[in-house]
Every structure is written in C-alpha cells, then in structure tokens.
C-alpha cells in the first residue's frame, strides 16, 4: 500500500497553508487525508487476477506477441507492467489497462519471465497497492529453427539453390538406380542413359534413389573462440543456426543426425537417430561459450566409434597456430568419414577491405585486415591438405553452406 501523487500534492497544500489557518483545523485535514488515503488503498487491497498470453518457446531475435489482460475486470485505474530479465526486450514494458507488447529474446537459452506487476489506484486516486501477480514462467529461446525448416522445404521442393550453382529440379542425384524416364530440361548430363537414348531414339534419364540411413554428425566447438560476437550474436550462435539446419535438411532425407559439442572437455553427445532435429535442438540450445582451449581429439575419439558419417566441424579459422589442433587431429577422421569444417566469414574484415583507407590509422587498419585473411587462408589450406573441405561463409549463408556441403557429399556418395 502507497499514497499516490495526488495524495502527496494535497499534503503539500496543506503545509503550505499552515501559516495561516488555524493548527487544529491542519491536523485535522492531515488525519481525514490519511483515512482516506487508507480507505482508498483497502478498496483494492485484493488481488485481481491476471491473464498473460506469450509463447514459452522463442526462437533468439524473433518478437512475439506478450498480452497482459486483467479478469474480470478491476475497480479503479489499473497500470500493469512486465519485468523482464536483461536477455529478453520487452517493448512497452508496461500501459494503462492492459498490456500487448512484443517481446524479443536476445541471447538463447533458459530465461526466467517473472511474475506481472499491477498497481491498482482506489476511487479516489489516494491510495494504492501494487501485487505481484501469477507464477514465474521459464522461457526457452532457441536457435533459428524456422529458417532451418524452411532450408529443409525448399530442399525437398527443389527450389534450395547453392550459392554459384543453378538449380537441377528435385533434390540430388544419388547413387541407387531407380528406374528409366524421359530426359527432363533441369536433368545433370551424367543422368542420360546413352545406351536407353540410342535404342528409344528420344533422350532417357536414369532416376536414382536418394540413399537413406546416412548418418551425419555435427561437432560444435564452445570453446574460447566461439565467444567471439559477430554482430548481435556470437559465432556459437551462429554455429547452432547452421547445425540445426543440417540436421533439418537429414531429417527430410531420411539421414541420421547427431551432434557433438565440446570445449576442453565433451560436454553434450547427441547420439545419431532419425527424425532428431527437435532432439538436437532441445539438448544443445542452451550452451554457452567457455573461456577455454578447445580439444579437437577429445571431441574425435566420441566420432571414431560411428560407422563411416558426414562429419560437420563448426568452429573458426584465426591463423595456422590456432588451427594447429584441429589440424593434428584432423587425420583421425578423414581417414573414415567425409570432414567438412565451416567458419563464419567476419563482415567487418571483408568492410574494411573494401573501403579506400583515408588516413594513416586506416591504412594500419588494412593492413591488419589483410594479414589476418592471409592468416585465415594459410589456414585453410592446410586443413584442405589434411583432407578436409573448408567452407567460409557470411554470417546469414552459414546454413545453407553446410547444407550445400551436406548435399555434396551425398550426391557423391561420400557418407
């Protein structure tokens, strides 16, 4: 219970007009003013009941929709409020009456939303009491799965388009034959039955099968270089899109995915299964940078017990030094299974490059620009060398770069 503005301000006349009307009439007001500030708070001293509509499931960067309503409806003004922690964006915040705001998760992960605030004013605008209202809700923010099923339709349909390459029609080629059909425009080269062709003198393709029960794994560094941001998010963030999406795009093709992240030491194992992508979503959504050294043996040993796999590393790629390790245990897997390790491109390297340097400390700046993509270069060619395919990507096409290297693979029978 507290008195409101309106109180305080008839208090302050009151003061004010001590000096001239008489002490007890004064102190009498005083008391009729405090009676009636309690009188006025007591009348809405019950709690009314609160009705909050929002979604527990968020994807991160995503507003939703956050109702805040009361019922029935409660004597006096009403201001609700939401309180939200520091990780979630809640705009407005609080209005008279009822409250629809949009809400935006900024960082993944299990948040708490506590409970809602309702300052009631009594009849009179005297009093008040404000009520905590309804239980604390635990929101989960995931990554961007959405985008990850729409790549996964757009696959299926045959509209998902590899950066540089054209679109063949429906997904891949594959290597089980199938049956003979009648050549189509979208139809790759190497589809044409000549032998079929000569004898029906009308151009033949073969359909293959897609093959199925391929396993896919996704090993996801969380170690001190994953915490680095790129732009709102970091590159773990950034790592889960994408890995999330190649477990999307398996799903849709009948493939086994499970996923692997680790940092010093293997912190959650995903076990490859079909039809796992909410699996995979729902065990590594809440991981979260360590400011540690991450060891790539550790994290192949788990690998090195899977049948033969396309093997998805998301990390980063700095300099030779610290590709080392990964480079050193690189050989453990590409011996077995078809490794591509996938890095998020940094936009403001590639901003400086392109920028005329105007003064000395820009001309210093491209030339770090310069020397650290060198870096990254040297890199990645020695991961090329070891046997890996290597793919940079800006941070919106991640995905679907390690879908088109996933697609790869199968289309030439690498997993």
Not at 92 to 97: D, M, S, V
Not at 211 to 219: A, G, N, P, Q
Not at 240 to 254: Q, S
Not at 387 to 397: F, L
């Amino acid at each position: 219970m507290s008195p409101t503005n309106r109180a305080a301000l008839v208090l302050v006349a009151l003061a004010l007009a001590a000096p001239f009307v008489a002490s007890w009439l004064i102190l009498l007001a005083v008391v009729a003013l405090l009676a009636a500030t309690a009188a006025d708070a007591l009348l809405v001293a019950r709690s009314p009941k609160v009705k909050r509509v929002t979604p527990l499931v968020l994807v991160r960067g995503r507003p939703v929709g956050l109702q805040l309503g009361l019922e029935p409806p409660v004597r006096g003004r009403v201001r609700l409020r939401q309180p939200v922690g520091p990780d979630l964006r809640l705009v407005p915040g609080e209005a008279e009456g009822a409250l629809d705001g949009e809400l935006t998760p900024r960082r993944r992960g299990r948040h708490p939303l506590p409970p809602a605030a309702v300052r009631v004013r009594g009849p009179l605008s005297l009093g008040q009491w404000t009520h905590t209202v309804g239980p604390e809700l635990d929101v989960r923010v995931y990554p961007d799965l959405p985008g990850a099923r729409r790549i996964a339709t757009s696959v299926r349909q045959g509209r998902f388009r590899e950066e540089g390459r054209r679109t063949r029609g429906p997904l891949g080629l594959g290597t089980d034959f199938e049956t003979l059909r009648e050549y189509a425009p979208d139809d790759d080269i190497r589809q044409v039955n000549w032998l079929a062709t000569a004898r029906f003198g009308r151009p033949i393709s073969n359909q293959f099968r897609v093959e199925r029960d391929r396993e896919v794994i996704c090993v996801i560094d969380c170690g001190r270089l994953s915490a680095a941001p790129v732009g709102a998010a970091t590159r773990l963030d950034l790592a889960l899109d994408a890995a999330v999406a190649v477990a999307a795009v398996a799903e849709e093709l009948g493939d086994r995915c499970g996923a692997i992240a680790f940092d010093a030491q293997v912190r959650r194992i995903v076990p490859p299964r079909r039809n796992g992508t909410q699996r995979l979503v729902d065990a590594l959504f809440d991981l979260e940078p360590t400011p540690v050294e991450s060891d790539y043996e550790r994290a192949f040993v788990e690998i090195q017990r899977a049948k033969r796999a396309f093997v998805l590393i998301l990390t980063d790629l700095i300099e030779p030094a610290a590709a080392r390790p990964l480079l050193e245990a690189l050989p453990v897997l590409t011996r077995r299974h078809a490794v591509t390790i996938a890095s998020v491109s940094d936009p403001d390297l590639a901003g400086y490059v392109e920028q005329e340097p105007q003064n000395a400390r820009e001309v210093y700046r491209l030339s770090a620009t310069l020397e650290v993509l060198a870096d990254r270069g040297v890199a990645a060619a020695q991961l090329r060398h070891a046997g890996g395919e290597v793919i940079e990507a800006r941070p919106e096409a991640l995905p679907a770069a390690c879908v088109s290297a996933y697609l790869r693979a199968k289309r030439r029978a690498r997993l």
